[in-house]
């Protein structure tokens, strides 16, 4: 069974840094591209940073260039979200997601696996 769960979240002061790990199971880490994306309460799910399945390529949105990092250990079956600089608007839900193309976006539309979230507060 295909499973994604992601950890890391929690309480971080304005400034600080998380790292979100997303451990996958039950498919091959190698032939999927990944996305993390964030909700917060009342707004839409946002599409914060994917990467190809071959670790090739990145894209983040204008929210997190700079402060935020996304990586992937096939080897390990594990994706990374290093964010950094955090602030208070970057709290929220954190969910990543698979799917099994080459490519990657940061439209939820073309996910169809997902987590069950990580709560992110960023508050002093």
């Known amino acids: 069974q295909l499973q994604l769960v992601e950890s890391g979240g929690g309480l971080v002061q304005p400034g600080g840094s998380l790292r979100l790990s997303c451990a996958t199971s039950?498919?091959?880490?190698?032939?999927?591209?990944i996305g993390w994306f964030r909700q917060a309460p009342g707004k839409e799910r946002e599409g914060i940073s994917c990467?190809?399945?071959?670790?090739?390529?990145?894209n983040y949105a204008d929210s997190g260039k700079g402060r935020f990092t996304i990586s992937r250990d096939n080897a390990k079956n594990t994706v990374y979200l290093q964010m950094n600089s955090l602030k208070p608007e970057d709290t929220a839900v954190y969910y990543c997601?698979?799917?099994?193309?080459?490519?990657?976006?940061?439209?939820?539309?073309?996910?169809?696996?997902w987590g069950q979230g990580t709560q992110v507060t960023v508050s002093s």
């Open positions: 990467i190809t399945s071959s670790g090739s390529t990145t």
């Open positions: 039950g498919f091959t880490l190698d032939y999927y591209s």
């Open positions: 997601a698979a799917d099994p193309s080459l490519g990657c976006s940061r439209s939820y539309r073309a996910y169809v696996y």
